[in-house]
């Protein structure tokens, strides 16, 4: 029986369980979850400057970071922009997010750039302690599987660096850069009443200096650099705007596999962006605006599939058998997209040009 064209439509909602709200994507019997953890986000924005369909925006930080409000996300999801892209769990320093299948796994995804690992072990000098709370979150955050996949714990891990007895972990962060704090708005800063940047530090490198050294050193408030991620969250929570993180490269881990991808470019434009300015971010944003793809709505373009797809009935069996056969073209197709000619006929939308090559290629392979 064929499937109704009803059934081939994507459909995307969300839901909220406790603390993890839910971005549901379902199409045909496939689907996939995004789940975003409350708890855990700490609003340093990298997923919203990272994001390459501006599905991500931020929530007040500033009333999260002060505990005037709770339960709050300190970014939001758009369902309907959301690709699924994986961008913001790669990038995430705290596994706030995740992707999973149908019935909640996480989906791997191999192929996929992440930031590097955030710590360094020294096994020789380790004394494990069973009992200790320390020791079960640095076997935890050592797991192979968080390695592989690229998931980081920044909170917990801080916590094991300044905690470990024998010193046997060490932060390294995956960006380079500097905390500025405008000296000449210092006046504004209230941190006895406010303490924002120093709650939401998610490597606990800002301090308030106490004695009158230190006071007289810093002013009101200081960054321990040393520890320091440059993260952003501090900037994001601070209700005067006294704070600016400037990130000035970005260390990404990518596949050899991957590293030949057409794809792979948008990756490196989009972790890139992690280095610009709010004021440069927002006129790259402002740039890239004539790209943006449509969105339905009711009053607006129809995307109906009927209508987009010619009325044929669809067999899941057949269509799997299909690509069976025919995986050794796909394959072939695949290693020519990768080619750099292939790439600028696309670009140029020379169409007959492509058609030519690409029968010439699979003719002669």
């Known amino acids: 029986m064929a499937e109704r064209s009803s059934d081939r439509k994507v459909y995307k909602d969300m839901d909220v369980n406790k603390n993890l709200i839910i971005e549901r994507w379902k199409f045909m019997e496939h689907k ?14 990298l997923c919203y400057v990272v994001c390459p369909e501006r599905a991500i925006e931020m929530g007040p930080v500033p009333d999260i970071a002060q505990n005037l409000i709770e339960d709050m996300p300190a970014v939001m999801i758009d369902t309907d922009l959301c690709s699924f892209c994986f961008m913001c769990v790669s990038v995430c320093i705290n596994s706030v997010y995740e992707i999973a299948d149908e019935v909640g796994q996480p989906i791997q995804n191999p192929i996929f750039p992440v930031l590097p690992q955030m710590w360094q072990y020294d096994k020789s000098t ?3 302690d069973k009992k200790s709370e320390i020791c079960k979150s640095c076997i935890e955050i050592r797991k192979p599987i968080n390695i592989e996949r690229g998931r980081h714990h920044a909170k917990d891990l801080i916590q094991v660096v300044n905690n470990c007895p024998t010193q046997s972990m060490e932060f390294i962060s995956p960006f380079e850069g500097e905390v500025l704090i405008l000296k000449e708005q210092l006046y504004k800063c209230d941190p006895n009443g406010c303490k924002a940047c120093v709650n939401i530090c998610p490597t606990e490198s800002f301090f308030i200096p106490q004695t009158a050294e230190d006071v007289s050193k810093y002013g009101k408030i200081a960054c321990n650099e040393d520890t320091c991620m440059y993260c952003g969250a501090c900037e994001n929570a601070c209700p005067e705007e006294i704070i600016i993180v400037s990130r000035s490269s970005v260390n990404l881990d990518i596949p050899k596999e991957s590293v030949n991808k057409p794809w792979i470019k948008r990756w490196k434009k989009q972790f890139h962006d992690l280095t610009l300015s709010r004021e440069e971010l927002e006129e790259n944003i402002q740039n890239r605006e004539e790209f943006a793809i449509i969105q339905p709505d009711s009053e607006g373009i129809d995307f109906d599939y009927d209508k987009i797809t010619p009325e044929t009935p669809f067999f899941p069996e057949q269509y799997k058998k299909k690509r069976m056969d025919n995986a050794p073209i796909i394959k072939k197709m695949e290693q020519n997209f990768d080619k750099a000619n292939v790439r600028i006929f696309i670009h140029h939308k020379k169409k007959d040009k492509l058609r030519k090559y690409l029968k010439k290629q699979l003719k002669d392979e």
């Open 126 to 128: 380790c004394k494990k």
């Open 32 to 45: 996939k979850y995004l789940i975003y953890d409350l708890d855990k986000c700490v609003g340093c924005s």
